[in-house]
């Protein structure tokens, strides 16, 4: 079944550690995105990639980083500098003929110890 | 600035009918989205409008005025399951989502 799949689903934090969050698709799509949502907020646009090995920041891209060395796969790195990094991560994917049809992981939950 | 309105939360009652409205401010416009959300979970795509009117898929049907800035989601015949954030997106001139924070819809027997 084609899809896109985040792992894991919940991960720990430790203060000043970085942490890597899983995003991989095989919809064979060209975008991936990285979004962050928080209680009562919308969300909010981490990184995106248009094409393999190549991305761009979108709002709150402070104390992040992302890599795109396959199509297929997306990862994000929550950095030490990110000092509020408890929240809700999703990834999701699209055709970059169809951006406006974003295709949703199942999110990974983020929280600090 | 580019901004998203809705509604924190509303509450209906099983069979009835719920309308969630969003209005938006965005530079340059490309589609009005409508995704739901339960909790904790991923959100899933629920409609798109791009022209001005109404779009129906059952028992979810979405109107656009893009000359007033402004969207609704009509869900009839609610089911429990109905139960869920109901979240609102505008798509600016760059292809890049706005999201609104989300209306929670609580349903009721």
């Known amino acids: 079944d084609g899809g896109i799949t985040q792992s894991p689903k919940y991960l720990f934090r430790k203060e000043g550690q970085n942490v890597t969050l899983s995003c991989e698709q095989n919809l064979n799509h060209d975008a991936m995105y990285w979004y962050r949502q928080d209680p009562g907020q919308g969300l909010r646009l981490i990184y995106y990639?248009?094409?393999?090995?190549?991305?761009q920041k979108g709002d709150i891209a402070e104390g992040y980083s992302v890599s795109r060395e396959k199509k297929e796969s997306f990862p994000l790195t929550v950095t030490s500098a990110q000092k509020n990094p408890t929240a809700f991560y999703l990834c999701?994917?699209?055709?970059?003929?169809?951006?406006?049809?974003?295709?949703f992981g199942p999110g990974t939950r983020l929280l600090v110890l | 600035g580019q901004n998203i309105d809705q509604p924190t939360e509303m509450t209906a009652t099983e069979g009835a009918i719920v309308q969630i409205n969003c209005t938006y401010q965005t530079s340059g416009f490309n589609g009005l989205f409508w995704y739901q959300q339960h909790a904790g979970e991923a959100p899933t795509f629920l409609s798109y409008n791009v022209l001005d009117g109404l779009e129906e898929k059952g028992r979810f049907s979405s109107f656009l005025s893009r000359s007033k800035g402004y969207s609704y989601l009509l869900l009839k015949e609610l089911q429990m399951k109905d139960s869920a954030s109901y979240l609102c997106?505008?798509?600016?001139?760059?292809?890049?989502?706005?999201w609104g924070a989300g209306t929670k819809l609580i349903i009721k027997p």
């Open positions: 990639s248009q094409i393999v090995n190549d991305f």
């Open positions: 999701a994917s699209s055709t970059l003929r169809e951006q406006e049809t974003q295709y």
């Open positions: 997106a505008a798509m600016d001139s760059n292809y890049q989502l706005i």
